[in-house]
Nanobody, 125 residues
Framework: QVQLVESGGGLVQAGGSLKLSCAAS????????MGWYRQAPGKQRELVAA???????DYPDSVKGRFTISRDNNRNTHYLQMSSLKPEDTAVYYC???????????????????WGQGTQVTVSS
């Protein structure tokens, strides 16, 4: 099993900044993609940033230029730096990691897709 622990988030005024962190632990053989998603009330969960093992990043237009994703491979940790925050960025933010793990019972390698517990980000106008 691979567990993710998020930190950061909170209340900030419009135009402000916040940084989220997500640390992965457990039987991790490799990590392919690390990402951040968000879900606002009454809306579907959406991707806000992703970074591959090679360092390629992807952002939707709604956050491009304002959010930056980064990763520390040595610590299996990734970050989301959010700047110029807007009230419409208010949501619960979830981190996500996809990679390969060792099956505890059989010892074979299998893929995993783990989620963090979610952290609230509220941007006041």
């Amino acid at each position: 099993q691979v567990q993710l622990v998020e930190s950061g988030g909170g209340l900030v005024q419009a135009g402000g900044s916040l940084k989220l962190s997500c640390a992965a632990s457990g039987s991790i053989i490799s990590i392919n993609v690390m990402g951040w998603y968000r879900q606002a009330p009454g809306k579907q969960r959406e991707l806000v940033a992703a970074i591959t093992s090679g360092g390629n990043t992807d952002y939707p237009d709604s956050v491009k230029g304002r959010f930056t994703i980064s990763r520390d491979n040595n610590r299996n940790t990734h970050y989301l730096q959010m700047s110029s925050l807007k009230p419409e960025d208010t949501a619960v933010y979830y981190c996500n990691v996809k990679g390969a793990t060792a099956n505890r019972l059989y010892g074979n390698v299998e893929p995993f897709n783990s989620w963090g517990q979610g952290t609230q980000v509220t941007v006041s106008s």
